[in-house]
Structures are given as structure tokens and as C-alpha cells.
């Protein structure tokens, strides 16, 4: 493959810059990849440590999951019980109880956040903004707080009858409302806390991808007279169609695994109306230590996920001017860990 | 084993319980320690896992027992709770490894672990404990131990139900406690407590937003002889006992004198301090000592005897949990432990100086009859708190078979009564739901 | 004349009603953060009071002096400062070294690699929590910092991050200097790496702030106070007895404000990081 494959070069990796170069007056080339003129072996040695650490401490726990997720723990015995799991989790009410407010949520607070974030990005992108820094910044950083600090926060704002929610909404004659203690509020508290916490990073994400679009755009639309809604319509949502991809895919995954905020937040509860799937799953394994039955909700979680974001993928593929691909570029989600 | 107690963030309370059990799994593929320490000398080194208040108690033994054995040393560590729990799983999963030697146990994790973990806890009998039994309460003795009769925890604290009431509140209302009898008295004069003062008779959690919001319902079905499973494993939750406890809690709920509180410590002190005041508080009996430490400004107005029963003449005496010392198989030295053990909850000497030193209600029959032990108490008008929870041990209540799903039962009752007390669902129908939820999760059978 | 005053008019109008409707929207997403501060400076009696605490109270020293003392937040802090900083110089160089891997090479492989590391995404993470931890028991590793650095330096954001920041790195400057006589690990650091200082920068602080927040994998790895992370020692101080709040409140802020500091210096280079990120295909 290579016209420098010198024995010496075979063993050069990220350390072995002193290794001389045999070849050096090799006369120029013009090609279009950079594989051409790197031993065959540099590429793995920059993988060495991704691949060590994914074979160890990803592929290995989820080849083990999916065991586990075929056997169950009978009188303090683990016992291989095949698709059981499986077919209980067909048969289990509570499941599908899970599987409706996972897509309620979902179906609520994704539009309503991506919305807001275009919203946002806009005006983040306008030169009609006074102090644009300042606010791209008060609307990003929700994201700095971590998963406890949040959940001590917002219970102690949420709270129904201490809260300051409900003392500053008392000042304009709203509530008392029931936030986490009903089981409506409670989705609606999940769906604001949500909002709050990720709406800023999506945000970010457009202004990113509004401001590779080329202002020639506007200027000929304005000279054709088009008005400002018309612009956004047929030039800024057009131009944004990537990102919107992009968080529509994370934020369905995201919402789909979602656990952090009725962990935090409601506990699931009341009457599980937030009882979302890894909330089901962390309480099979966690609460009860039924570890097969939860590795194979966490299992039967990645085969909707995967539906539902294929699904998505080729919505958008229809839908575009010409072909996206699917290698896109990914968001800050520490969430997705 | 605790009743109208919560935790405040129900994020650590569900780890708590919870991540503990990284384990069952894990557990199971790893060896358990070997058992040969039975015979070792009463020497070295042992540690306890325990909370605050047990620990202080334990921590006061010490002195007494370091002059039977000089050469030991007692390491008590106040780990927290629920973060005890999730220690000890982990320990267990991972075959023991770094478990102490000396585990204070709840009464509620005892059948998980014990069904769990085979193995993982000394059959205490090996150390000759089984002559303790006839010194403690039957149902207390029993829920420690195995089906086969093995010795898993010796009873520290023995939690009969005390049922607190505000003696201010209802003299105020003109309701003589004492003509009480019943839970269905009790609710009419609640109906007048309310109508007289605005006090409701008792504050829920109604959402059920903390994990144990049971505890009333837990009572009243105990006062009925009866839980959420039978002896043999059975999910009794919707027999004619869980449903008329049920049915009661919606008949007060239905008349307008509950009020809700969200569970929480900080909420329960409120009701003590008479900040969201509650005509009556019916809880374990450490609860006592709570309320004179944390509410000493309500001295007099708080009294305390035994439960209504739920029948004319019925049941008037729970024991609704508790806790257990045990020795786990991968300490190295259970011998030692052991004779910490013993000496601590098996002598009148040392149980004296636990209970001085952290208040934990004992089951210690000696202990119990001591002089002095029963005297009244000034915070409560000269009642004595002691004496009533005696004389609940005395009626000998059954024992309380948790099982290794009393989570997954719990979780699916507290659902049930959230249905009931904010959608005003059927309380047989709800039971019947949650029953059959906990069946088709557990595969154990519906008593009949 | 009239015409352009007109339209500076309405543009003042229209930056005017923009720039409120914002504002206000700044107001609500930073209320709880507000709410919070006041939140430490009161006994924790006073926490909830009603009508609300509006302006700080006293008590903000006793609270840290109180935190500190009772409990071992202090060693906490340490621990996750210790813990993070380490995890996110290693992640950087892991992360940086598979996209640059995924980006400027082609080899068999790759779109099996790149692919499972794609998969990573869609499974829940909970459902490794117990194989991890029963890895961690087999090594001997529970209460040690490398059981909570190691599983997830392989970020699967990270790699992607890079992966498309050194697609834009032209083949050509690669070229060159091989041609001038630089070995692999010199292209990548002297030439790579100074390109893509923003897309690092971005990386740096989600990787930090990844380790920093972490919560529930810790909770089970870690064993003994003094191993203890901020999230797990911030979830100790609840618990069955008394909440001291204010203390509570405090640890808490104190979780948030280094990140917030951090974020604060990097913000420039993180937004840049994510414009070449989100805006490169």
C-alpha cells in the first residue's frame, strides 16, 4: 500500500517520532487521502487505548448484560431462563405504563425545547441583541449542574407548599399548584425541568450551524422583498436542517433514557405518571435486584431507540434537498454517557 | 423498620436502597468466606457498621466490655442510613469482601439479605445463641431468623408501635382519648378535632412522593394480624384486612381531615414542633426520644398509649420493625464479635448501658422487667412511654414476614393508595391491582 | 432623510423588545441559581421562609465553616478536583488520538470501530452498572480514583467531537510534513493538535464537567468517606436525621462554582469548539 514501508517504519507509533525517515526524498504526491504515506500500523496505535478501554469497559459489561438479561436470580442461584425476561416484559403493564410517558414526555418537551432553541439561536444571531455574550451564557449554563445539585435545587423550588415557585406564582394570584405531587404537574414539572436544564445547549448548536449560513442569502431575499417570516421560513430553517437533525436525533435518545429528572425530581411517582423506562430499569435492578429482567428492559430500550432514530434519519433524508449523511457531527451530551 | 419516617431526597433514598444491590448478581458468582473463625480466641480487632443513635448506644458498651477483655479493641462506625444499606449489598456481592464484623441490620432488609446472599451471614447458633430466644419478644426473635430455625441477628431495637396524640388538641376538641377504642371512633372524633381546632386528625404523604408512605396502612393491617405476605410467602396485601385498612384511610381522607405533607424528616419534626400540627402521630418507638430532644418546647402537650384496634376488641399492639446485630461469614474474627454481641444485647449489664447511651427500645425481656426501666416520664404528663410498648411486646404480636419483595410490595401498595387517596379509586379493586402487579413481577402466588 | 430616522427608530424598538424578551428569559433560567446563592447565606431554619429571602443573609461563613468541619466535603473536593483534572488530560489525549484516528485514516476496520462506538450512544448506561462494578471488585479497585477515571475515558462524544474537527484539518499540511521528514506522533502534535486548540478547549471542559457531575457509577464504586466525589458526598449529607440546609445549599454551590469559573474562562473557545463541531460536515 505504501512506497515508504521500510521495516524500520513498521514499528513507529506515536512514540517513535526519533525514528529516522529512510525515505525522505520522496518525491511529492497530491493525493487526496493522508493514508497514503503512514506506515499501515499508526492508525491502531492512536485506536490502542480506545480500543483496550472499549473491549474492557464497554464491549465486556454489555456482552454481559445481554447474559444477564437471559438468566434470573432464583432463590440466590443465577439460573439461564432464555427469553424469559423477554416475554415477561411483553406481558408487563407497568412496562408500557413506562413506554407512554417515556413518548409523552418526549413528544411534549422535544418540539418545545428545539423550538424555544431555534428561537433562541436567532436571536443570539441578531445584531438587534444588546449583550449577546451575556446571554448566550445565562442561557447555556443550567448545563454545568450536575445530577444532584439539580435535584436538591429544583425539589426545593418545586416544592408544593415551600417552594418559591409557588410563592412568586402566589404574588400574581396563580396556585398553590401540586408540582411534583400530582400526577399531571408532576410531568409538567419533569418537562419544564428539562427544558430548562438543555434548551441553552441546543441554542448554542444553532447559532453554530445560522452562522454558516452565507448572508448573501438574506440580502437577495430582502431584495426580492421577502418578509421576515418568509426568510426564516425558506432560508434559516433550510440552513438549520442539519443541526435540526443532529438534536432531534440526541434528543430522542436522550428523552428515551431518560432517568435523571423523575430520579431526581418525582421518584417516578405519583402513581408512576413519571415512571419513564430507565427509571423502570434502574428500580428492576437497583430497588429490587432483578438484574435479568433490567439488563433486558436496558435491551429492549436500544432496539426502540435504534427504531426510532432510523426512522428519524430517513424522515430527514426525505424531506432534504439532497442526501445528508448520517456521519454527522454530534452535540455536547454529557447526558449520553 | 421505621415508620412515618422519611428521608428527604427520595434520589438518595432510592440509591440507597438500591445501588446496594449492584450485588444479588455479583454475589452469587463469588465464593463466600470460609467459616472457620468459630473457634478463634476473644481477641484483636472488630468493627461495627451501624447509624447515629445505635451507634452511641453500642459506643457505650465498650468501657464495660474492654475490662471482660482487655486485649480487644471496638471500632464502631456511625456509616449512615440508607447508606449502610447499599455498603452492606455491595459487601455481600462482592462475596463479603470488606464487610465488617458486626452489621446492624434492619428488620426490612433481613429476609432480602438472608434469601439473597445465602451464606453470607453466621448461623448464630454456632455461637450457641438459641439460648437467648425464650429472653426476647417471639416475633421479634423470629424475623431474624432463617425458616430452618438458624440464627441470622440478635434484636437490638424492637420497634412497638407508640401511638402519640396531642393531649392539648383534643382536650381543646372535648374528646376524652381514652373513650377511644376503635379506628372508626377515632375518625369521628376526628371529624370533631377538625371541626373544633382545624387540626387534621393526621397528616399522609398522599402523593407518595418518599418511598415509605405505607406506615399507616402497615399498622392498621398489622392490628388485623396481617401484612403483605403471609408465613408461607403469599401476597396477602388485598385480603379483607388490607382492604378495610385501605377502605379506613379513605374513609378519613374522604371526610376531610387528612392533610397532605410531603414525607420528609424536616416535615416530621414540623408536626412534632406543632409547626403543621396533627392531632395524632402513630410511630415506633424511638419516637419518644425524638420528640424530646427535637421538640422540648411541646413537653405536656404530647401523650402516648397503645394503637385503637381496627376490630371491637382486637389487636392493639404492632411490632412494626426493628433492628438486628449480625455477624457476617467473611469476618475473621466471629468469635470476638460474637462475645461483643452477646455481651451488648444478651446481659442486663450491657443492655442497661446501650440503652443509656443511644435509647434504642430493647427487646431484652430481662432489661424490660428492671426497675426504673417503666418510669413515667415528665414529657409526657407522666405517662410512660416504656410501659405502653411493654405491654404491646407482651401481646405477642406474629411475626412479620417481609420476604425478599417487601420493595417491589411496598412500591405497588404506595401506588395503590395514591390511586385511592388522589383519584378516588376503589380500594379493593386498587389492592386487587397491586397484588396482581406484585405476582406477575414476583411469580408468588395470591393467598387465598 | 425621515425615512432612514424612521427605520433607526424601529430598529431601536425592535433591539429594545428583543433585548427585554431575553432579558427575561435570562432572568428565569438564572433565578435558580440566584435562589441558591441566597439559599447559603441562611441558617438552615430560615431557608424557606416565607415571603421568600430576597437579599443575603449572615450565615453564609457558618455554613461553609460548618460544612467543612462536620463533615469531609473538604477531602471531597479534593478528591473530585484530583479526580477530574487527571480524567480530562487522559481523556483528551484518548479522545484526540481515536478521532484523529477515525478522521485522517482509512483502514480496515474503521467503520466497524467507529460504528460500536456509534452503538454506545443508543444503550443505556445503567445496564452496565453492574458488570462494572463486579470488573472493579475482580481488580481490587473499589475506592480507588482509577476505577472512576478509567471505564469512561473513551468518550464516545469525545471521539466524535474530534473526529469531525480533524476532518477539516487539510490533508495536505499532513502531507507536508511527513514529506519535511516528521514522524507520526510529531504530525499529530505539531500539527494537528495546534489546528484543533478550540475543539480541545470544548473537549477539556466536557470532559470535566462529565467527571465532575458524575453520580450514580461513584455512589457504587466508592466505599468510604474519605474516597468519596462531591455528588456522593453531597447525597450523604441527606439522609435519615436532621438536613442542615444551609449546609446543604452550600455544598451545593460549591459544586457548581468551579465549573461555573471554568466555563466562564473558556466560554470563547468552547463556543468555537462547538462551531466547528456542529458547522463542519
Same mark, same amino acid.
Given at each position: 500500500?505504501?512506497?515508504?514501508?521500510?521495516?524500520?517504519?513498521?514499528?513507529?507509533?506515536?512514540?517513535?517520532?526519533?525514528?529516522?525517515?529512510?525515505?525522505?526524498?520522496?518525491?511529492?504526491?497530491?493525493?487526496?487521502?493522508?493514508?497514503?504515506?503512514?506506515?499501515?500500523?499508526?492508525?491502531?496505535?492512536?485506536?490502542?487505548?480506545?480500543?483496550?478501554?472499549?473491549?474492557?469497559?464497554?464491549?465486556?459489561?454489555?456482552?454481559?448484560?445481554?447474559?444477564?438479561?437471559?438468566?434470573?436470580?432464583?432463590?440466590?442461584?443465577?439460573?439461564?431462563?432464555?427469553?424469559?425476561?423477554?416475554?415477561?416484559?411483553?406481558?408487563?403493564?407497568?412496562?408500557?405504563?413506562?413506554?407512554?410517558?417515556?413518548?409523552?414526555?418526549?413528544?411534549?418537551?422535544?418540539?418545545?425545547?428545539?423550538?424555544?432553541?431555534?428561537?433562541?439561536?436567532?436571536?443570539?444571531?441578531?445584531?438587534?441583541?444588546?449583550?449577546?455574550?451575556?446571554?448566550?451564557?445565562?442561557?447555556?449554563?443550567?448545563?454545568?449542574?450536575?445530577?444532584?445539585?439539580?435535584?436538591?435545587?429544583?425539589?426545593?423550588?418545586?416544592?408544593?407548599?415551600?417552594?418559591?415557585?409557588?410563592?412568586?406564582?402566589?404574588?400574581?394570584?396563580?396556585?398553590?399548584?401540586?408540582?411534583?405531587?400530582?400526577?399531571?404537574?408532576?410531568?409538567?414539572?419533569?418537562?419544564?425541568?428539562?427544558?430548562?436544564?438543555?434548551?441553552?445547549?441546543?441554542?448554542?448548536?444553532?447559532?453554530?450551524?445560522?452562522?454558516?449560513?452565507?448572508?448573501?442569502?438574506?440580502?437577495?431575499?430582502?431584495?426580492?422583498?421577502?418578509?421576515?417570516?418568509?426568510?426564516?421560513?425558506?432560508?434559516?430553517?433550510?440552513?438549520?436542517?442539519?443541526?435540526?437533525?443532529?438534536?432531534?436525533?440526541?434528543?430522542?435518545?436522550?428523552?428515551?433514557?431518560?432517568?435523571?429528572?423523575?430520579?431526581?425530581?418525582?421518584?417516578?411517582?405519583?402513581?408512576?405518571?413519571?415512571?419513564?423506562?430507565?427509571?423502570?430499569?434502574?428500580?428492576?435492578?437497583?430497588?429490587?435486584?432483578?438484574?435479568?429482567?433490567?439488563?433486558?428492559?436496558?435491551?429492549?430500550?436500544?432496539?426502540?431507540?435504534?427504531?426510532?432514530?432510523?426512522?428519524?434519519?430517513?424522515?430527514?433524508?426525505?424531506?432534504?434537498?439532497?442526501?445528508?449523511?448520517?456521519?454527522?457531527?454530534?452535540?455536547?451530551?454529557?447526558?449520553?454517557? | 423498620?421505621?415508620?412515618?419516617?422519611?428521608?428527604?431526597?427520595?434520589?438518595?433514598?432510592?440509591?440507597?436502597?438500591?445501588?446496594?444491590?449492584?450485588?444479588?448478581?455479583?454475589?452469587?458468582?463469588?465464593?463466600?468466606?470460609?467459616?472457620?473463625?468459630?473457634?478463634?480466641?476473644?481477641?484483636?480487632?472488630?468493627?461495627?457498621?451501624?447509624?447515629?443513635?445505635?451507634?452511641?448506644?453500642?459506643?457505650?458498651?465498650?468501657?464495660?466490655?474492654?475490662?471482660?477483655?482487655?486485649?480487644?479493641?471496638?471500632?464502631?462506625?456511625?456509616?449512615?442510613?440508607?447508606?449502610?444499606?447499599?455498603?452492606?449489598?455491595?459487601?455481600?456481592?462482592?462475596?463479603?469482601?470488606?464487610?465488617?464484623?458486626?452489621?446492624?441490620?434492619?428488620?426490612?432488609?433481613?429476609?432480602?439479605?438472608?434469601?439473597?446472599?445465602?451464606?453470607?451471614?453466621?448461623?448464630?447458633?454456632?455461637?450457641?445463641?438459641?439460648?437467648?430466644?425464650?429472653?426476647?419478644?417471639?416475633?421479634?426473635?423470629?424475623?431474624?431468623?432463617?425458616?430452618?430455625?438458624?440464627?441470622?441477628?440478635?434484636?437490638?431495637?424492637?420497634?412497638?408501635?407508640?401511638?402519640?396524640?396531642?393531649?392539648?388538641?383534643?382536650?381543646?376538641?372535648?374528646?376524652?382519648?381514652?373513650?377511644?377504642?376503635?379506628?372508626?371512633?377515632?375518625?369521628?372524633?376526628?371529624?370533631?378535632?377538625?371541626?373544633?381546632?382545624?387540626?387534621?386528625?393526621?397528616?399522609?404523604?398522599?402523593?407518595?412522593?418518599?418511598?415509605?408512605?405505607?406506615?399507616?396502612?402497615?399498622?392498621?393491617?398489622?392490628?388485623?394480624?396481617?401484612?403483605?405476605?403471609?408465613?408461607?410467602?403469599?401476597?396477602?396485601?388485598?385480603?379483607?384486612?388490607?382492604?378495610?385498612?385501605?377502605?379506613?384511610?379513605?374513609?378519613?381522607?374522604?371526610?376531610?381531615?387528612?392533610?397532605?405533607?410531603?414525607?420528609?424528616?424536616?416535615?416530621?419534626?414540623?408536626?412534632?414542633?406543632?409547626?403543621?400540627?396533627?392531632?395524632?402521630?402513630?410511630?415506633?418507638?424511638?419516637?419518644?426520644?425524638?420528640?424530646?430532644?427535637?421538640?422540648?418546647?411541646?413537653?405536656?402537650?404530647?401523650?402516648?398509649?397503645?394503637?385503637?384496634?381496627?376490630?371491637?376488641?382486637?389487636?392493639?399492639?404492632?411490632?412494626?420493625?426493628?433492628?438486628?446485630?449480625?455477624?457476617?461469614?467473611?469476618?475473621?474474627?466471629?468469635?470476638?464479635?460474637?462475645?461483643?454481641?452477646?455481651?451488648?444485647?444478651?446481659?442486663?449489664?450491657?443492655?442497661?448501658?446501650?440503652?443509656?447511651?443511644?435509647?434504642?427500645?430493647?427487646?431484652?425481656?430481662?432489661?424490660?422487667?428492671?426497675?426504673?426501666?417503666?418510669?413515667?416520664?415528665?414529657?409526657?404528663?407522666?405517662?410512660?412511654?416504656?410501659?405502653?410498648?411493654?405491654?404491646?411486646?407482651?401481646?405477642?404480636?406474629?411475626?412479620?414476614?417481609?420476604?425478599?419483595?417487601?420493595?417491589?410490595?411496598?412500591?405497588?401498595?404506595?401506588?395503590?393508595?395514591?390511586?385511592?387517596?388522589?383519584?378516588?379509586?376503589?380500594?379493593?379493586?386498587?389492592?386487587?391491582?397491586?397484588?396482581?402487579?406484585?405476582?406477575?413481577?414476583?411469580?408468588?402466588?395470591?393467598?387465598? | 432623510?425621515?425615512?432612514?430616522?424612521?427605520?433607526?427608530?424601529?430598529?431601536?424598538?425592535?433591539?429594545?423588545?428583543?433585548?427585554?424578551?431575553?432579558?427575561?428569559?435570562?432572568?428565569?433560567?438564572?433565578?435558580?441559581?440566584?435562589?441558591?446563592?441566597?439559599?447559603?447565606?441562611?441558617?438552615?431554619?430560615?431557608?424557606?421562609?416565607?415571603?421568600?429571602?430576597?437579599?443575603?443573609?449572615?450565615?453564609?461563613?457558618?455554613?461553609?465553616?460548618?460544612?467543612?468541619?462536620?463533615?469531609?466535603?473538604?477531602?471531597?473536593?479534593?478528591?473530585?478536583?484530583?479526580?477530574?483534572?487527571?480524567?480530562?488530560?487522559?481523556?483528551?489525549?484518548?479522545?484526540?488520538?481515536?478521532?484523529?484516528?477515525?478522521?485522517?485514516?482509512?483502514?480496515?476496520?474503521?467503520?466497524?470501530?467507529?460504528?460500536?462506538?456509534?452503538?454506545?450512544?443508543?444503550?443505556?448506561?445503567?445496564?452496565?452498572?453492574? /458488570?462494572?462494578?463486579?470488573?472493579?471488585?475482580?481488580?481490587?479497585?473499589?475506592?480507588?480514583?482509577?476505577?472512576?477515571?478509567?471505564?469512561?475515558?473513551?468518550?464516545?462524544?469525545?471521539?466524535?467531537?474530534?473526529?469531525?474537527?480533524?476532518?477539516?484539518?487539510?490533508?495536505?499540511?499532513?502531507?507536508?510534513?511527513?514529506?519535511?521528514?516528521?514522524?507520526?506522533?510529531?504530525?499529530?502534535?505539531?500539527?494537528?493538535?495546534?489546528?484543533?486548540?478550540?475543539?480541545?478547549?470544548?473537549?477539556?471542559?466536557?470532559?470535566?464537567?462529565?467527571?465532575?457531575?458524575?453520580?450514580?457509577?461513584?455512589? %457504587?464504586?466508592?466505599?468510604? /468517606?474519605?474516597?468519596?466525589?462531591?455528588?456522593?458526598?453531597?447525597?450523604?449529607?441527606?439522609?435519615?436525621?436532621?438536613?442542615?440546609?444551609?449546609?446543604?445549599?452550600?455544598?451545593?454551590?460549591?459544586?457548581?462554582? /468551579?465549573?461555573?469559573?471554568?466555563?466562564?474562562?473558556?466560554?470563547?473557545?468552547? %463556543?468555537?469548539?462547538?462551531?466547528?463541531?456542529?458547522?463542519?460536515?
Amino acid at each position: 500500500m505504501n512506497v515508504l514501508s521500510s521495516t524500520a517504519r513498521a514499528t513507529a507509533g506515536p512514540t517513535a517520532e526519533a525514528v529516522p525517515l529512510d525515505a525522505a526524498p520522496r518525491p511529492p504526491r497530491r493525493r487526496r487521502r493522508s493514508s497514503i504515506g503512514h506506515p499501515r500500523i499508526t492508525p491502531y496505535l492512536f485506536l490502542l487505548p480506545t480500543i483496550v478501554l472499549f473491549l474492557g469497559f464497554k464491549l465486556y459489561p454489555y456482552l454481559s448484560a445481554f447474559w444477564t438479561s437471559l438468566t434470573s436470580n432464583i432463590g440466590g442461584v443465577i439460573t439461564f431462563v432464555g427469553l424469559d425476561n423477554y416475554l415477561r416484559l411483553l406481558n408487563d403493564p407497568l412496562f408500557y405504563t413506562a413506554l407512554g410517558n417515556t413518548a409523552l414526555i418526549l413528544v411534549v418537551q422535544v418540539p418545545l425545547m428545539l423550538a424555544l432553541g431555534i428561537v433562541l439561536a436567532v436571536a443570539f444571531n441578531s445584531l438587534l441583541l444588546k449583550g449577546r455574550a451575556f446571554f448566550r451564557m445565562a442561557f447555556f449554563v443550567p448545563i454545568v449542574m450536575g445530577l444532584v445539585a439539580y435535584g436538591i435545587l429544583f425539589s426545593a423550588l418545586f416544592d408544593s407548599s415551600a417552594g418559591i415557585v409557588n410563592e412568586l406564582l402566589g404574588y400574581v394570584g396563580i396556585g398553590p399548584i401540586p408540582w411534583l405531587v400530582d400526577p399531571f404537574w408532576a410531568k409538567i414539572s419533569i418537562v419544564i425541568a428539562m427544558t430548562w436544564h438543555y434548551t441553552g445547549q441546543n441554542a448554542i448548536i444553532y447559532l453554530a450551524q445560522l452562522q454558516s449560513i452565507p448572508g448573501e442569502l438574506y440580502e437577495a431575499a430582502q431584495v426580492d422583498g421577502a418578509n421576515g417570516w418568509q426568510r426564516f421560513r425558506n432560508i434559516t430553517l433550510p440552513g438549520l436542517r442539519p443541526a435540526l437533525l443532529l438534536t432531534v436525533v440526541l434528543s430522542t435518545i436522550g428523552t428515551l433514557q431518560l432517568f435523571d429528572e423523575p430520579y431526581v425530581l418525582t421518584n417516578g411517582g405519583p402513581d408512576n405518571a413519571t415512571l419513564t423506562v430507565g427509571m423502570y430499569l434502574y428500580q428492576n435492578g437497583f430497588k429490587y435486584f432483578d438484574f435479568g429482567y433490567a439488563s433486558a428492559i436496558g435491551y429492549a430500550l436500544t432496539v426502540i431507540i435504534a427504531v426510532v432514530s432510523l426512522i428519524q434519519f430517513r424522515l430527514f433524508r426525505e424531506r432534504a434537498p439532497k442526501p445528508i449523511s448520517l456521519k454527522k457531527p454530534t452535540s455536547p451530551k454529557e447526558k449520553t454517557r | 423498620m421505621r415508620f412515618t419516617l422519611n428521608k428527604r431526597s427520595r434520589g438518595v433514598a432510592v440509591t440507597a436502597t438500591a445501588i446496594a444491590a449492584v450485588a444479588a448478581l455479583v454475589g452469587c458468582s463469588a465464593p463466600s468466606a470460609d467459616n472457620n473463625a468459630t473457634d478463634g480466641e476473644v481477641s484483636g480487632k472488630i468493627t461495627i457498621w451501624t447509624w447515629n443513635a445505635p451507634g452511641d448506644g453500642l459506643e457505650a458498651a465498650i468501657p464495660a466490655f474492654q475490662k471482660l477483655y482487655p486485649d480487644v479493641e471496638v471500632d464502631v462506625q456511625d456509616v449512615g442510613n440508607p447508606a449502610i444499606w447499599e455498603k452492606i449489598t455491595t459487601g455481600m456481592a462482592a462475596g463479603g469482601q470488606g464487610l465488617p464484623d458486626v452489621m446492624n441490620i434492619g428488620i426490612d432488609y433481613m429476609g432480602n439479605y438472608v434469601e439473597q446472599f445465602p451464606g453470607q451471614l453466621v448461623d448464630l447458633r454456632d455461637f450457641g445463641a438459641e439460648s437467648l430466644e425464650s429472653e426476647f419478644p417471639s416475633g421479634a426473635w423470629k424475623s431474624g431468623s432463617g425458616a430452618d430455625g438458624a440464627v441470622y441477628g440478635i434484636p437490638y431495637e424492637v420497634n412497638a408501635t407508640g401511638f402519640f396524640y396531642r393531649s392539648d388538641i383534643f382536650e381543646q376538641a372535648g374528646i376524652d382519648i381514652d373513650s377511644i377504642e376503635t379506628w372508626d371512633q377515632l375518625i369521628d372524633a376526628g371529624v370533631t378535632i377538625k371541626e373544633k381546632t382545624g387540626v387534621p386528625l393526621y397528616n399522609q404523604d398522599k402523593a407518595a412522593t418518599e418511598a415509605d408512605s405505607a406506615g399507616l396502612w402497615q399498622l392498621q393491617t398489622a392490628l388485623q394480624d396481617s401484612f403483605y405476605f403471609d408465613e408461607s410467602g403469599d401476597i396477602t396485601m388485598n385480603g379483607e384486612a388490607g382492604v378495610h385498612s385501605l377502605e379506613l384511610i379513605k374513609k378519613a381522607n374522604d371526610l376531610g381531615i387528612v392533610g397532605d405533607i410531603q414525607g420528609s424528616w424536616d416535615n416530621l419534626l414540623a408536626q412534632l414542633r406543632g409547626e403543621k400540627p396533627t392531632a395524632i402521630m402513630p410511630a415506633g418507638g424511638w419516637m419518644a426520644g425524638v420528640m424530646e430532644n427535637e421538640a422540648p418546647e411541646m413537653a405536656g402537650n404530647w401523650g402516648v398509649r397503645l394503637p385503637p384496634s381496627v376490630e371491637p376488641g382486637g389487636i392493639t399492639a404492632a411490632v412494626n420493625g426493628g433492628t438486628y446485630l449480625s455477624i457476617p461469614t467473611a469476618s475473621k474474627n466471629q468469635k470476638t464479635a460474637w462475645e461483643f454481641v452477646n455481651f451488648a444485647l444478651g446481659t442486663l449489664e450491657g443492655q442497661k448501658l446501650v440503652y443509656e447511651g443511644g435509647g434504642m427500645f430493647p427487646g431484652y425481656k430481662p432489661m424490660l422487667e428492671s426497675e426504673g426501666f417503666a418510669a413515667p416520664s415528665e414529657y409526657f404528663n407522666g405517662q410512660s412511654p416504656n410501659a405502653i410498648f411493654i405491654a404491646e411486646l407482651a401481646q405477642d404480636t406474629p411475626a412479620l414476614n417481609y420476604t425478599s419483595d417487601y420493595a417491589r410490595a411496598l412500591k405497588a401498595y404506595t401506588d395503590a393508595q395514591t390511586r385511592v387517596l388522589l383519584s378516588g379509586a376503589d380500594p379493593q379493586q386498587a389492592l386487587d391491582e397491586a397484588a396482581d402487579q406484585v405476582a406477575q413481577q414476583t411469580g408468588r402466588k395470591l393467598a387465598d | 432623510m425621515t425615512e432612514s430616522l424612521i427605520g433607526v427608530r424601529g430598529r431601536r424598538t425592535k433591539s429594545l423588545v428583543l433585548t427585554t424578551a431575553i432579558a427575561a428569559g435570562a432572568v428565569v433560567m438564572l433565578l435558580p441559581f440566584y435562589w441558591l446563592i441566597i439559599a447559603t447565606t441562611y441558617p438552615s431554619r430560615e431557608i424557606f421562609a416565607s415571603p421568600p429571602n430576597v437579599l443575603p443573609g449572615p450565615a453564609f461563613f457558618d455554613n461553609l465553616t460548618g460544612l467543612l468541619s462536620d463533615t469531609l466535603f473538604g477531602r471531597a473536593i479534593g478528591n473530585s478536583v484530583l479526580v477530574a483534572s487527571v480524567y480530562t488530560l487522559l481523556g483528551l489525549v484518548v479522545c484526540t488520538a481515536a478521532g484523529y484516528a477515525f478522521a485522517k485514516f482509512e483502514f480496515r476496520g474503521r467503520g466497524l470501530l467507529f460504528g460500536a462506538v456509534l452503538v454506545t450512544l443508543a444503550l443505556p448506561s445503567q445496564v452496565t452498572l453492574v /458488570p462494572l462494578f463486579q470488573i472493579m471488585v475482580t481488580l481490587g479497585w473499589l475506592d480507588t480514583y482509577q476505577a472512576l477515571i478509567l471505564p469512561n475515558l473513551a468518550l464516545p462524544f469525545g471521539i466524535f467531537l474530534m473526529r469531525q474537527t480533524m476532518q477539516a484539518v487539510p490533508d495536505e499540511l499532513l502531507q507536508a510534513a511527513r514529506v519535511d521528514g516528521a514522524g507520526e506522533f510529531r504530525v499529530f502534535s505539531r500539527i494537528v493538535l495546534p489546528t484543533v486548540r478550540p475543539a480541545l478547549a470544548a473537549l477539556a471542559i466536557f470532559l470535566f464537567l462529565a467527571q465532575w457531575n458524575e453520580f450514580v457509577y461513584p455512589l %457504587v464504586v466508592l466505599r468510604t /468517606p474519605e474516597s468519596f466525589t462531591i455528588p456522593v458526598s453531597l447525597a450523604s449529607l441527606q439522609g435519615i436525621g436532621t438536613t442542615d440546609y444551609g449546609q446543604l445549599m452550600t455544598g451545593t454551590l460549591l459544586s457548581v462554582l /468551579p465549573i461555573l469559573v471554568l466555563f466562564l474562562f473558556l466560554q470563547r473557545h468552547f %463556543v468555537a469548539g462547538i462551531l466547528a463541531g456542529a458547522v463542519k460536515q
